[in-house]
């Protein structure tokens, strides 16, 4: 019985291509939370509203004085105005003196 | 939501992200492409959907709260980036069996055999475009990878395509970079998948299914450049199942749509293509992305009021919780689309009807009670802060939401007539119809023209 095999010989190219991102530094954190300024960002969708409220509890409790933006401020980060309304934070978050974000939801 | 995040790093403002537990990995791979893989996120446990009141605030307050802490006041340990091939790098050498289990094991095939993509067969098909092969057509997310003339030639290659299809590949990938159409968001949860639809005389040039068993696997074009699309969506944008690609059930890739041209011809209506602005005669692809729909058995009658009602009704019954995408939330961007079998549109055009007539009588039937648009989103959904008088009265969606308060007043699902789209394909002497219910801005609607090589028809001759 033959071994020979007909699974032929091919030199195969990477199917992907090169990334255009590099590497980008992150924010710099924040010494503390206390005094600060904290903006909430929302996509609308997924009990945001509500896990705000809660965390603006736990927060709280533990920096009394910090302060928020509510989600309300920015509208939907997510939808068909998604790139327009992402576009202008920088510059809210200058006029309301933010120094930090939370962004949600990711479910 | 991490797009968002991206943002404000990038302006200086630290983050922390609210991600549900099964969108870890989605994260962590998002965030390469976003130039931040060291993004930190802070994990909601679960899915927030399912959770009692009590149980929400446990998670929130025990643990939530402090990742979100910690996100925003200890900085994240740097990452290091991932070491990758330069592109046109040979990858694995062996056997049809060794590439493929090489290909299968480094996540770049869908599971089927792929044909291995060599010097000789990617230089077929890049002889069938005048771009150089370097030349980008775009950066595509979530990877954020050059859209390379070259890359598309491999997929093609892997897929089963024919080097002749070459041209319709470019054109399709031009259309995945268009911003309008979204590529971004093709990994989302409900698992939407592209439909392509063709037009002009490359369907009877290169042999695509347009009559029976329309949609169907089985014709070498339709099935080979339907797969082409899903590869490429793996191996540059990005979309990898249980990373990026966060589909909770998905589909195996749609077979190309092909318009039955010579129907459309014959009664007067215009093909999608010239719907979408291209002229009569053009070659042209035509995305959009469904997360759903299905088929109508049996469009009875000789009238297209006796026909109509029936379309109507399955129009609206399978765009269900989609007409999110009809508030301000998706900015009026609902397309459905319905596919009718030859006989259907030759029957309602006998009365005098254009597709025109037939996308008025939907707007205007195709309609459910407010009370039951509300409840759908408003309860069922993930849009609690939502209701169609607000929407209304700020102006954002259309006045014929909202013209009384009566909760029974029956409300259109899309903005306008135009929003819907039909085409014309399938079985020619069988009366079904099928809908496809739309993904909105995650997926709109594009159209590109085919540009074919001066030499055409002797390249084309010379592969025939």
């Keep these: 019985m ?91 978050f200058r006029e309301l003196g933010v120094d930090a974000v939370i962004s949600g939801m990711a479910c | 939501m991490l797009r968002a995040s991206a943002v404000c790093e990038a302006a200086g403002y630290p983050t922390s992200s609210l991600t549900c537990e099964g969108f870890l990995r989605q994260a962590a791979a998002t965030s390469v492409g976003l130039g931040m893989p060291n993004i930190p996120v802070a994990l909601v446990p679960g899915h927030i959907g399912n959770k009692s009141e009590d149980e929400l605030r446990r998670d929130i307050l025990e643990v939530t709260a402090q990742k979100v802490i910690e996100n925003l006041t200890l900085a994240p340990a740097a990452q290091a980036g991932q070491a990758e091939p330069a592109p046109r790098d040979i990858v694995v050498r062996g056997g049809f069996g060794e590439v493929n289990r090489y290909f299968y094991a480094h996540e770049f095939s869908d599971g089927l055999p792929i044909v291995p993509p060599t010097r000789e067969a990617i230089g077929a098909f890049l002889a069938f475009t005048e771009r150089d092969s370097d030349e980008s057509l775009g950066v595509l997310l979530p990877d954020r990878r050059a859209a390379t003339v070259w890359s598309i030639a491999v997929n093609g290659v892997m897929a089963g395509c024919r080097p002749e299809y070459m041209p319709v590949l470019v054109a399709l990938i ?113 995305i959009a992305r469904y997360t759903g729909g299905g088929s109508l058995s049996s469009v009875s009658g000789s009238t297209p009021e006796q026909m109509l009602p029936y379309l109507a009704d399955s129009v609206q019954k399978f765009n269900n919780w989609q007409i999110t995408f009809t508030t301000s939330h998706g900015n009026g961007t609902l397309r459905p689309l319905v596919v009718v079998s030859p006989i259907i549109a030759e029957t309602i055009a006998k009365a005098g009807w254009k597709k025109s007539d037939v996308k008025k009588y939907l707007y205007e039937h195709a309609r459910i009670p407010a009370w039951e648009f509300e409840r759908q989103l408003h309860e069922w959904n993930i849009r609690g802060v939502w209701d169609l008088k607000d929407d209304v009265t700020a102006g954002r969606i259309p006045k014929a939401f909202y013209e009384s308060d009566d909760p029974n007043r029956m409300v259109p699902i899309v903005w306008e007539p135009g929003d819907f789209m039909i085409a014309v394909a399938g079985d020619p002497l069988r009366n079904n119809a099928y809908v496809f219910a739309h993904n909105g801005f995650l997926g709109y609607p594009v159209g590109k023209k085919i540009q074919l090589p001066k030499d055409w028809q002797r390249l084309l001759a010379g592969r025939q």
């Excluded at chain 1, 071994?3 to 195969?12: F, I, K, L, M, P």
């Excluded at chain 1, 409790?61 to 920088?90: C, I, M, N, Q």
């Design chain 2, 174 to 286: 031009e259309a995945m970079c268009d911003p309008e159409y979204g590529v971004e968001h093709s990994g989302n949860t409900p698992g939407g998948d592209t439909l392509i639809i063709l037009n002009g005389p490359l369907i009877k040039e290169l042999g695509f299914n347009y009559t029976q068993g329309a949609l169907r696997d089985g014709f070498l074009p339709n099935t080979s450049i339907g797969r082409f699309w899903r590869l490429y969506l793996r191996n540059v944008a990005g979309f990898l199942p249980h990373k990026t690609d966060k589909a909770t059930y998905g589909n195996t890739w749609r077979v190309v749509l092909a318009e039955n041209e010579d129907v459309l011809a014959r009664i007067g209506w215009e093909p999608t293509s010239v719907e979408m602005g291209f002229a009569a005669g053009d070659n042209t692809v035509t």
């Design chain 1, 2 to 92: 033959s071994r020979q095999t007909n699974d032929g010989y091919y030199e195969a190219h990477w199917p992907r291509s090169e990334r255009q991102q590099r590497a980008r530094p992150l924010a710099p954190r924040l010494a503390s939370l206390q005094g600060k300024t904290v903006a909430q960002l929302w996509d609308q969708l997924f009990k945001g509203d509500v896990v705000f409220e809660l965390l603006e509890e736990a927060l709280k409790a533990r920096f009394p004085d910090v302060k928020f933006v509510s989600w309300r401020e920015f509208g939907s980060t997510h939808g068909g105005e998604e790139k327009a309304a992402l576009a202008a934070l920088p510059g809210r």
